[in-house]
């Protein structure tokens, strides 16, 4: 007798015993089919509910970007993977940004950028004031366009304006945030924003 005979009389020998027999509609046997998975009902709900968790934490954190993105906006580096911008700067299209957190008039924002070796926001182009506007959210910021005293706009480092942006308002100081740039009076105090090439 081999020892796999034995292990089948054994097993029937117990079946008899506890008055079983020993075929496929007996209770204690299930039967199972080839691929499938038995999963415990609540491991299973456990999982649901986990799967569920997890997506709607996604998609909250899809919505406060949308809604706040100044909150969840992470610098972007778009020529190189380094950028030689300090902690508090953000790197963008070799510039560098600082974005305030505070509000001062354009006179004293401008000041403050100058003590950072910069000077009020200067927009070069379409893809950088796109940038611009998905950064800092629905705040208004100060930038560097100003009309001295009703003459032509110029930006903060002396560059005449050229009208490549369209912005409204008849006041003197510009300002933007993610849907327009705007002017409105210069002793306003608003956020602002500073920039320095790399």
């Known amino acids: 007798m081999t020892s796999e005979d034995c292990s089948v ?17 007996s209770p204690s046997f299930a039967e199972h089919h080839e ?22 934490a ?20 778009s020529d190189n993977n380094v950028s030689s911008c300090s902690d508090d700067w953000v790197g963008y299209q070799r ?7 505070e509000t001062k008039s354009w006179t004293l924002a401008q000041n403050s950028c ?7 926001a200067v927009i070069d182009s379409e893809k950088e ?12 910021h100060w930038i560097g366009l100003k009309n001295e005293a009703g003459q032509t706009w110029k930006w903060s480092n002396g560059k005449e304006f ?3 942006l369209n912005f409204t308002g008849s006041a003197d100081c510009a300002f933007l945030n993610s849907t327009e740039v705007s002017s409105t009076e210069c002793k306003k105090n608003l956020h602002w924003i500073c920039s320095k090439p790399y």
């Open 114 to 120: 100058i003590t950072r070796g910069a000077t009020l």
């Open 95 to 101: 510039k560098c940004y600082f974005i305030s957190t």
């Open 162 to 164: 050229n009208n490549w």
């Open 58 to 77: 996604l998609i909250a954190l899809s919505v406060g970007q949308y809604n706040c993105p100044g909150l969840y906006a992470f610098p972007v580096l």
């Open 35 to 56: 691929g499938s998975l038995q999963v415990p009902v609540p491991c299973a709900v456990v999982t649901v509910v986990f799967i569920t968790i997890l997506i709607i």
């Open 129 to 140: 004031l796109i940038f611009l506007k998905r950064y800092v959210g629905r705040a208004e």
């Open 9 to 25: 009389t054994e097993k029937s020998s117990l079946n008899t015993e506890t008055g079983q027999e020993n075929n496929a509609t």
